[in-house]
């Protein structure tokens, strides 16, 4: 699984700042052209929502003091964004002193998307803002659980899954633990959700075959997520945080450990795995352009 405790001076929602206004205005753009497809809530999230508005706020302001404040007095908070110029007073618990629902408001300021499972044992999708994610959506994930969520994933990574199921209905409210995933993408397109994979695809049939280690380094983009998982005190749910990272591999691999790291995950991936995440096609030419660049 990788699974981490993230340590106290670690954030939960990292602050990238030279990405920061592009990726949160991307978010809003979504959110204007599509509000159902990239967010979810409703009364029956309230407290949840409430309960993400606190912890990311309080962490922000914790961690990125020069960019986030909070001034709490009793139920009348104050909110000081200075990355976005955004000052904002409410009462904490009434929806109706917010400009949108708690973690829509608090989502459009992260540069993660943060998604709600459900308190029980099934870890069930039950709302969230989901922007950024990679193949998929809440449009043909909501209402699933978590073991329904990974029926696709292969056979070689079903353990880490299952172990998945076991440590998020174990897990309790003030820790919060990460952990990595990654991918390798032909386009470093922050919304990659459901509806963009016909076009993905194509594009892909178009340009993978013609890859080549003079090409391959700059043609394809590790797609890293830090994941984050913390159980919510008053609610019970847990909050699922995604920030996504896109690189070129030439920029990671300028650095020859860096690629010679890359390189022992590529080799070490079950063909399943690689399989599924569209390693197959690239990967001659992903492996002469690490090898150069390891032993450089
Ligand atoms: C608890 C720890 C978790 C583990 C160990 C885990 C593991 C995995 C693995 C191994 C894969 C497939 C391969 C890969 O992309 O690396 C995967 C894919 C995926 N995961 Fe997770 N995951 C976790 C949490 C979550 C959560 C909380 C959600 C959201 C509800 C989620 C949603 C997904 C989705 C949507 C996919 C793609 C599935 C598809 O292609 O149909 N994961 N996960």
């Known amino acids: 699984m990788g699974m981490r405790l993230l ?7 990292e602050v990238d700042p030279s990405r920061y206004k592009a990726e949160t205005s991307l978010k809003e753009r979504l959110l204007v052209e599509d509000h159902s497809y990239y967010f979810h809530g409703g009364d029956a999230t309230f407290t949840a929502q409430w309960d993400v508005l606190e912890l990311v706020t309080t962490d922000l302001a914790l961690h990125y003091p020069e960019h986030f404040q909070l001034q709490r007095v009793g139920d009348a908070w104050h909110w000081l964004n200075s990355l976005s110029g955004l ?6 618990g ?3 002193t917010l400009p949108c629902e708690p973690l829509d408001w608090i989502g459009r300021q992260a540069q993660d998307d943060l998604v709600l499972l459900s308190a029980d044992a099934t870890a069930t999708f039950v709302g969230g803002h989901l922007c950024f994610a ?4 809440i449009s ?7 073991i329904e969520i990974h029926q696709r994933t292969p056979p070689a990574t079903m353990a880490s899954v299952e172990s998945g199921a076991r440590f998020l209905q174990n897990l309790k409210p003030g820790r919060s633990y990460w952990r990595m995933s990654w991918n390798f993408k032909l386009s470093d ?3 990659m959700t459901t509806k963009h994979k016909p076009a993905y695809k194509a594009d892909f049939a178009r340009r993978a075959p013609e890859l080549t280690a003079e090409d391959v380094g700059d043609s394809v983009f590790i797609r890293i997520e830090r994941q984050t998982f913390t159980r919510l005190l ?16 030439a920029e990671e691999a300028a650095d020859p450990r860096r690629a010679r790291s890359i390189l022992d995950v590529l080799r070490a991936a079950p063909q399943d795995v690689k399989d599924y995440k569209a390693i197959t096609p690239i990967e001659t030419a992903l492996l002469s352009f690490l090898e150069e660049r390891a032993s450089s």
């Open 140 to 146: 043909d994930r909501l209402g699933k659980s978590f």
């Open 234 to 249: 008053r609610s019970q749910n847990l909050l699922f945080g995604i920030h996504t990272y896109n690189s070129s591999v």
């Open 94 to 96: 009434d929806p109706a």
């Open 7 to 13: 340590k106290p001076h670690e954030p939960l929602c």
């Open 189 to 191: 397109q922050m919304d």
């Open 134 to 137: 990679n193949g998929w959506a």
């Open 87 to 92: 000052t904002t007073t409410f009462h904490f």
